[in-house]
């Protein structure tokens, strides 16, 4: 090609789709010789008839993502009563994927983008679980969405993780009489805190099971009923001061606090 080719690139969302495959026709053509001009958000047909003059002008071509059927037929016939080579990417495809799923398409723009942003703020979540779980780094307790308080082994890790799977960003701190809570926890709006109270009993239960898969006697202080007696009683301090709600996690699955959780954040 001995000029440089002038593509105007039409979406109905941001054109991303529509400008990487011209690129990649065009790399099949010529080593870069070519412009292309994006023109994101079209929702009308004076666009589209202001794009065409522009191509007509520039002798240029036009490719698009439109899926609107009025406004990709309308866009096609216009071209071609111009004479403008209009490249239309999206049309055929959904064409052919309604005749094999024998379903109409949802016809909602930017679709990918969308999913693409709750697939990343699912993953932002669960590396800022990862990062801020157990209490590692005070700073994520600011950053959070939720933060969850408890005693060793309430679901503070799962539950931070589950959550995470619906896209919050949740810190976990752990309460333990012999060291105190960081200050940033009694700086945070206290409705973003949550305690995760237990009963002795099942907490009792629990350890004594945890210690058993770690090939260690039940007798351990860990298990004791009187030392959990008093990291609850500290807990218990803890929250009052802070003025969080708080979710009684003895009977119910990891599903279930989630959920009362959620209910809790939504308020």
């Known amino acids: 090609m001995g000029r440089k080719t002038l593509v105007y690139v ?5 054109g991303e789709t529509a400008e990487l495959v011209i690129k990649a026709g065009l790399s099949q053509f010529n080593n870069g010789e070519y412009k292309i001009h994006r023109i994101p958000y079209v929702e009308d047909k004076k666009t589209i008839d202001e794009s065409l003059l522009l191509a007509k002008e520039e002798e240029g071509i036009i490719g698009f993502t439109l899926v609107d059927p009025e406004l990709r037929k309308y866009l096609n016939a216009e071209a071609t009563k111009m004479n403008i080579e209009a490249i239309d990417i999206m049309g055929p495809m959904l064409s052919a994927m309604e005749r ?3 379903k109409t398409p949802r016809l909602e723009p930017g679709l990918v983008h969308k999913l693409d942003e709750d697939y990343f703020k699912k993953v932002e979540a669960i590396e800022f679980a990862v990062k801020y779980d157990d209490g590692r780094d005070p700073r994520g307790i600011s950053r959070a969405d939720i933060v969850l308080i408890g005693v060793s082994r309430t679901s503070k890790t799962p539950l931070s993780q589950y959550l995470a799977l619906k896209r919050l960003k949740v810190a ?3 309460i333990v009489p012999e060291v105190d809570p960081p200050e940033e926890l009694f700086e945070v709006d206290s409705e973003k805190c949550i305690g995760l109270s237990i009963s002795p009993e099942k907490l009792n239960d629990i350890r004594k099971e945890r210690l058993k ?8 202080t860990y298990a004791n009923i009187e030392r959990i007696h008093q990291e609850l009683d500290y807990f218990k301090k803890v929250v009052d001061r802070i003025g969080c709600a708080v979710v009684d996690v003895s009977n119910k699955a990891v599903e279930e606090t989630a959920n ?4 809790l954040a939504q308020k």
Do not use: H, K, M, T
């Open 10 to 14: 039409l979406s109905d969302s941001v």
């Open 100 to 102: 094999v799923f024998q």
């Open 172 to 174: 976990n701190v752990p």
């Open 213 to 220: 898969a770690l090939g260690l006697g039940d007798q351990a």
């Open 260 to 263: 009362s959780i959620l209910r």
